[in-house]
């Protein structure tokens, strides 16, 4: 399923962003959406997911408590917002869809479909 992410850009520390991916098509070859990061030089790493079926949501730690993963179901789409941003938080932000099992959902390996990046910059 193509996926388009929007909303990336440059932010202020301590500001708020939301992150939007859309799945073209009907999406129903997926039953769940999620959000990595990568900075420089680094593996990418797991955010937030959410699957479909059991409302089954899942925080990285770095952002529990300041992040929300939300789905759009009438506009097939899947929204990240994350509050309290930290210069660490610097790093492109890619949405993965895929079938992952609760083994899964936390990795790169448990997605298959994946967009293009949008960069996320925190700094004043």
């Known amino acids: 399923v193509p996926l388009v992410e929007s909303g990336g850009g440059l932010v202020q520390p301590g500001g708020s962003l939301t992150l939007s991916c859309a799945a073209s098509g009907s999406g129903s070859s997926i039953n769940a959406m999620g959000w990595f990061r990568q900075r420089p030089g680094e593996e990418r790493e797991f955010v937030a997911a959410i699957r479909w079926s059991i409302n089954n949501i899942r925080y990285a730690d770095s952002v529990k408590g300041r992040a929300t993963i939300t789905r759009d179901r009438a506009r097939n789409r899947v929204l990240l917002q994350i509050f309290r941003l930290e210069p660490e938080d610097t790093a492109v932000y890619y949405c993965?869809?895929?079938?992952?099992?609760?083994?899964?959902?936390?990795?790169?390996?448990?997605?298959?479909?994946w967009g293009q990046g949008t960069q996320v910059t925190v700094s004043s």
């Open positions: 993965a869809g895929g079938r992952p099992i609760a083994s899964t959902i936390e990795t790169v390996r448990g997605y298959t479909d």
